[in-house]
């Protein structure tokens, strides 16, 4: 079984960075796809970004240009950089395992305009 932990939300002013990690333990993730989805308040749960097990990214095309997705398997990492963040980037950041479905318990992220 594996266990997803995400850290780094907080709240920060429009134009700020943040760097969202997920940190896996129980099994490695190097031969998985990972993603990030995010949840607004009165929302559905929404797909953010995306990367292989070989680096190959995919994005909405909303943060196209702000956030970066990356990975290091030494560590059983996976990051997200968000950068230029505005306020509708606001909410629950989740990271999500693909091969079995597993979710982490979320950070949430709060962008001040």
């Known amino acids: 079984q594996v266990q997803l932990v995400e850290s780094g939300g907080g709240l920060v002013q429009a134009g700020g960075s943040l760097r969202l990690s997920c940190t896996a333990s129980?099994?490695?993730?190097?031969?998985?796809?990972m993603g990030w989805y995010r949840q607004g308040a009165g929302t559905t749960r929404e797909f953010v970004a995306e990367?292989?097990?070989?680096?190959?990214?995919d994005m909405i095309s909303s943060v196209k240009g702000r956030f970066t997705i990356s990975r290091d398997n030494a560590k059983n990492t996976v990051y997200l950089q968000m950068n230029s963040l505005k306020p509708e980037d606001t909410g629950v950041y989740y990271c999500r395992e693909y091969l079995y479905g597993y979710w982490g318990r979320g950070t949430q992220v709060t962008v001040s305009s």
């Open positions: 990367i292989s097990k070989d680096g190959v990214t």
């Open positions: 129980g099994s490695a993730l190097s031969d998985r796809t």
